[in-house]
């Protein structure tokens, strides 16, 4: 069975403090995807990345990083000198390659970042 | 992008009433669309997975005759929560995926808050 952890469930900084939101996966696929999501208070979901499990180039787009480790099944999730409008609800969430490719999501790490 | 909407935004219904919320895809066709539940600070949780023209699959624990959803089209799907109950009040998300580009992105719709009174 597939499973996500995000061990973190709140997280305070202070602006422009970087943040790391850890992500742990447990799947027994070979060929899977990663996906980070972020959920704002109005509950809509933003899609942020997706990566396939061949593909362990780190990415970085603007402030945002991440950093997939295969060899220790995390995908954490990096937000450089954090805004206010990085408050948010995060998730990381995993899918099969093959079949359905359903989300398993895990449960979410809560950031609040304070002016 | 693609985009999936979601009405209604907002239900209040009382107890024992169903309550109808729509799906829709409006710029792809979606051959695939899931449904998923989410609790006040819970994590999303998935319904049923719903393919156009054929019966949803549901998860286990997840009550069929409670939870009734229908793909009728590749733009459209509906999931109606019959005799709804308090229990049943929750955040109700859809998502749907495109069939033919091979894309692996669900593309998610803004969420359909439910209350039942």
């Known amino acids: 069975a597939q499973k996500v952890t995000q061990a973190q469930t709140e997280i305070s900084v202070v602006e422009k403090e970087d943040v790391t939101l850890d992500c742990v996966y447990e799947?027994?696929?070979?060929?899977?995807?990663l996906f980070w999501y972020k959920q704002p208070p109005s509950g809509e979901l933003v899609f942020l990345i997706r990566r396939n499990s061949f593909d362990e180039q780190n990415e970085i787009s603007g402030r945002y990083s991440w950093n997939f480790q295969k060899s220790t099944s995390s995908f954490n999730f990096t937000i450089t000198a954090s805004q206010v409008v990085d408050s948010a609800v995060y998730f990381c969430?995993?899918?099969?390659?093959?079949?359905?490719?359903?989300?398993?999501f895990g449960q979410g790490t809560r950031l609040t970042i304070n002016p | 992008g693609a985009v999936v909407s979601q009405h209604p935004s907002r239900v209040i219904c009382k107890s024992g009433t169903s309550v109808k919320i729509e799906c829709r895809s409006l710029d792809f066709q979606a051959t695939t669309m899931f449904w998923y539940r989410q609790f006040p600070k819970k994590s999303l949780m998935l319904m049923a997975t719903s393919n156009e023209g054929s019966k949803a699959t549901y998860e286990q624990g997840v009550e069929k005759d409670k939870f009734l959803i229908n793909h009728a089209s590749l733009t459209l799907s509906t999931l109606t929560v019959t005799s709804a109950h308090p229990e049943d009040s929750s955040f109700y998300i859809c998502?749907?995926?495109?069939?033919?580009?091979?894309?692996?992105?669900?593309?998610f719709g803004p969420g359909t808050r439910l209350t039942v009174l």
């Open positions: 969430a995993l899918s099969e390659a093959r079949g359905a490719q359903k989300l398993v």
């Open positions: 998502s749907a995926r495109e069939g033919s580009s091979g894309r692996h992105e669900q593309f």
């Open positions: 799947t027994r696929d070979t060929t899977y995807y």
